[in-house]
């Protein structure tokens, strides 16, 4: 209002008023009265608050709301859709409060969050996840996902759990994950690797779905994976060392497999026209999702195979998970065909592991025993595997 009656009446077309207005007519603003008539009402402005002193002080108390950690605490508890309402706003420190009310959700089982996620696992056809508008939180961030881009979501919750798995979040996590994981069908809506997981998954998936470009940083699970094997041990009292999964690392090491192979099958359900189905120019670098998964599936290879703490069958039930993401790309002579050789590319590059010849044999001990029916099916690996420990012995 202050401003609209400071600017009341025509305007000297010379003056440096004319110059900032913007473009377009100024409707309501008696351009075309006289400036004898105008006057007078341009003196109101005088009496009304001067709208640039309001908007000063509504910036000054965002950012207070921002950068306080004890309003964070009370509103990721008691009132997180305010923080939504919070985040919505596109000014500054919005990403950056984003990161830190993501972090906090995820660190607290029974959190806004772990509801939403644990609600909205039913799928939209093969690419993405349903996102009821119920589910106010992930809606936002999703249902358009270049909301997620834009504060960069994958900063909180993957910045927590890699604090979480290096110990410096809750000490006495590590000996959960190192217990046994016979309950973990009723523990995982409580766990923040699992919960993390799901996030990423509908993250990934809706930037996918609606060909946002970007990977959307899903490398943090090529850390996530690392960090497990790096604190796996499951040498504790009561654990069965011959299950299929001895300890909770090892069942949260299958499930981020699975996780990992779904986005690189993505291939085969995208539009042809989908930004996410082109091949990357350098290997090395994919903005693609299939592409950057297919290379973060890799390294998760090389992780399982190359590790002395991971239990034998544990290995090989991961390594026959990736490897069934070959046997699902058929060979049609066209771009599954080319998808499929540049996923044995990226797996047998294993995250360009430095030990290559130590990494080779791995792999073929754990492909001899590898199911019959499988190894068929994936000749061509096989073919490329010795051709590499070839190379690699003649080195």
Known sequence: MHDWLEEFGPTDP?????????PGDRRFSAETWPTWASGPIRLLA????????SESAASDMLQMLFNSSKLLDYVAERRPYFGLALIRHQVYGAADFSERFLSRLIASPGSALYHELATNLVTDGPVAYALPIRNRLLHFLFADARHAEQLSAWKGVGGYIERLLDGEERPDYWTWLNGDQSWFEDERYRDPIFMGLVFFDIMVRSAAHQNVLGHMWLYYLRHFARRLEAGYDSSGE??????????????????????????????????????????????????????????TLGDVLATVALSDRIDR??????????????????????????????????????GNTADRRRYYNRLADLFADTDHFLRHEIEDYATELVNRMNEAGAA
């Open 313 to 350: 069958g544990v290995a090989q039930t991961l390594n026959d998970v990736i490897l069934r993401s070959i046997r699902d790309f058929h060979d049609d002579g066209g771009e599954l065909s080319r998808m499929r050789g540049w996923l044995i590319q990226a797996l047998l590059d294993g």
């Open 46 to 53: 005088c009496v009304v608050p001067h709208c640039q002193r």
């Open 238 to 295: 009561g654990i069965d060392q011959e299950a299929e999964f001895p300890v909770r690392a090892a069942r949260l090491l299958y499930e981020l497999a699975q996780i990992v192979k779904g986005w690189v099958e993505l291939f085969e359900n995208l539009p042809e026209d989908s930004v996410h189905r082109q091949f990357p120019p350098r290997r090395e670098s994919p903005g693609s999702i299939p592409h950057a998964a297919a290379l």
């Open 14 to 22: 010379n003056s440096f008023a004319t110059l900032a207005h913007r």
